[in-house]
């Protein structure tokens, strides 16, 4: 653990994302405190513009209301969705790939034609065609994005699985007498770890990007305050009041910018014996 | 004949893979909120019983599901893909209208993040350490975590709005009717900001790509021959790592054709662009879910199409991926 740490640290860009998405969070958490009122709420004269009143550092929109305000909560979405979609993406993509990977066959089969169905298909466009059939809510954008995103997932187990299991602490295990269950669960899975966490903290990037992108067309939460919402709000206006988009684009790209720079940070410390080269 | 076989087989799954795309537009038509026959009435502007029963009879609503799924597949066999009744024209006149635009858009965005992504992953990756590999990285870094809408906005407000140098709306100046030559460079210059915005997202992709391929095939043995026996860097570097460095990045780019798609979606909005992108935010806008659900099923199409010409093209290309 003390290994893995260093090795982390050493990584600087990684330990810069670290620190950027312990502040989103901490932002997303202490929303209601910071900002007691509801972000929907006119606050200020609409169009105040940023860094005059430091009441209202990032100004208001066409509205009135206050884009931090709007910021905060905002964060909220963004983690929320990437969280429980990569969290169910998990769900779904581990016992299945692991599955296909040990035992082969039929469900190995049905599962390739699976992914090859879904890496060709454009998944933007499914996601926004399951959003809109389903109407938009924060649980059909949690469901579109899971549906795009467990693929990945379940192939790089599966390929996983299907390297480890012909080694001979598995052979062992089998010699042994353990259960299919107990030597998935105990045996592989554990050695698999690694690069399921990278893949899984580069699939919640993706997924609040998808998130902002989808609320950006118009099919967000209509309840809940989101960034890709305020980029989209702000857009016809954007000749005249550039800050109303300009601050939560930010937002999203120092949040993705941290997932991504942590997840190469976990492939550095979580695989030593592949030492990067050109460092 | 080996070739024959697997244009064959690769003609199969792309038909499996069709197929099973027709049968989930028909059943999220169905799960679509409202009747579809009351969705139409509704559109077309009259809602009494008879004319919604002569509509699900029209349609075949009053069938077996699955007779309504044949119904529905033999009719996108002949490309008809139901009727827009907020438009008032069948679906695929509007998708064929529009189906230029994006191909131009999209074709012009995948040459230049293709060309760009490859030039500065090869720089970097020759530099390695360098402030320029520093310089490109971070670049990269930063391009592939942003999101492509919020560059779309923010390109007009720099370039249209501050600098005025570019258009920021649609294909072409409105009121005016050039020909010839003129009206190629007006669509040329609205094609600028939209092109390298979609562009820029995989240009990053590429580059990241193109440099760790490089970095990992320049420690191979062969590269070391290469050392040993004399040969200059810069040879090296351009004869036997790169050829060797760019397969998987051309693999990639053929998988990334539906990414592709997506990001048409979203940078045609922004612009104004008139491709079926625009045309998929417009059904939105109007929640026509015919029109959606066609424009879902042609960019599919469109990206199985692209699949599965870069593997044959591959596949004539490189001679080992045969012998595999």
Do not use: C
């Amino acid at each position: 653990m003390r290994d893995f740490w260093t090795r982390f640290a050493r990584n600087r860009g990684a330990v810069i994302g670290l620190i950027i998405l312990l502040i989103v969070i901490a932002i997303s958490v202490l929303a209601p405190l910071l900002f007691p009122q509801s972000p929907w709420r006119m606050v200020q004269r609409p169009f105040l513009p940023p860094f005059e009143n430091p009441a209202f550092l990032f100004g208001t929109d066409t509205l009135g209301r206050n884009i931090a305000a709007g910021l905060a909560y905002g964060s909220q979405v963004s983690l929320i969705v990437g969280l429980v979609s990569t969290a169910v993406a998990l769900l779904i993509g581990v016992p299945l790939g692991a599955v296909a990977g040990y035992h082969g066959g039929l469900v190995d089969d049905a599962l390739m034609r699976f992914t090859e169905f879904f890496q060709t298909i454009p998944s933007f466009a499914l996601a926004i065609v399951l959003v809109a059939v389903f109407e938009p809510s924060i649980y059909s954008i949690i469901l579109a994005i899971t549906v795009v995103s467990w693929v990945p997932i379940a192939r790089l187990v599966r390929g996983e699985v299907l390297s480890l299991k012909s080694r001979e602490y598995v052979e062992a295990a089998v010699l042994a007498g353990q259960t299919n269950l107990v030597i998935i669960t105990r045996q592989i899975l554990p050695n698999a770890l690694s690069p399921i966490i990278v893949l899984a903290s580069l699939t919640v990037a993706s997924a609040i990007l998808l998130e902002a992108a989808l609320s950006f067309m118009g099919l967000g939460d209509p309840n809940l305050m989101s960034w890709g919402y305020m980029i989209g709000a702000g857009r016809t206006v954007i000749r005249t009041a550039w800050w109303l988009s300009f601050f939560p684009g930010i937002a999203i790209l120092l949040t993705v910018l941290s997932l991504n720079l942590i997840g190469e940070g976990l492939n550095d410390a979580l695989n030593p014996r592949l030492a990067r080269t050109g460092r | 004949m080996q070739f024959a076989a697997f244009f064959g087989s690769r003609l199969l799954k792309a038909v499996v893979i069709l197929l099973a795309i027709i049968a989930l537009n028909f059943f999220l038509i169905r799960a679509a909120p409202g009747d579809p026959a009351a969705v139409m009435a509704g559109e077309a502007g009259a809602a009494d019983q008879i004319f919604l029963t002569q509509l699900r009879e029209q349609f075949g609503l009053d069938k077996p599901v699955l007779t309504q799924l044949w119904i529905y597949m033999s009719g996108v066999a002949t490309f008809d893909l139901g009727f827009s009744y907020r438009q008032q024209m069948p679906v695929s006149e509007l998708i064929l209208d529009r189906l230029p635009a994006t191909l131009l858009l999209t074709g012009t965005a995948f040459v230049i993040s293709l060309a760009m992504g490859i030039a500065g992953g090869v720089l970097a990756a020759m530099r390695v350490g360098r402030w320029s590999d520093t310089l490109i990285t971070t670049a990269a870094l930063i391009f592939y975590a942003t999101p492509l809408f919020w560059i779309a906005l923010m390109a007009v407000l720099l370039f249209s709005v501050h600098f005025s140098w570019l258009p920021s709306f649609g294909i072409e100046t409105v009121g005016t009717d050039y020909t010839g030559f003129a009206r190629l460079l007006d669509i040329a210059r609205h094609l600028v900001l939209p092109a390298l915005t979609l562009g820029l997202f995989f240009m990053a992709v590429y580059a990241r790509m193109t440099r760790a391929s490089m970095l990992e095939v320049g420690q191979m043995d062969f590269v070391k021959t290469a050392k040993a026996k004399g040969l200059k860097n810069g040879v090296i570097q351009r004869r036997h790592v790169l050829r060797n460095a760019l397969l998987p990045v051309v693999t990639l780019a053929g998988l990334q054709a539906g990414q592709m798609v997506g990001g048409a979606v979203l940078t045609e909005t922004v612009f104004a662009w008139p491709g079926i992108g625009r045309l998929m935010y417009e059904s939105l806008l109007q929640r026509d879910y015919n029109l959606l659900l066609g424009i879902f099923f042609v960019s599919a199409l469109l990206v199985i199409v692209v699949n599965m010409l870069t593997d044959i093209i591959y596949r004539l290309v490189d001679p080992r991926i045969g012998a595999a």
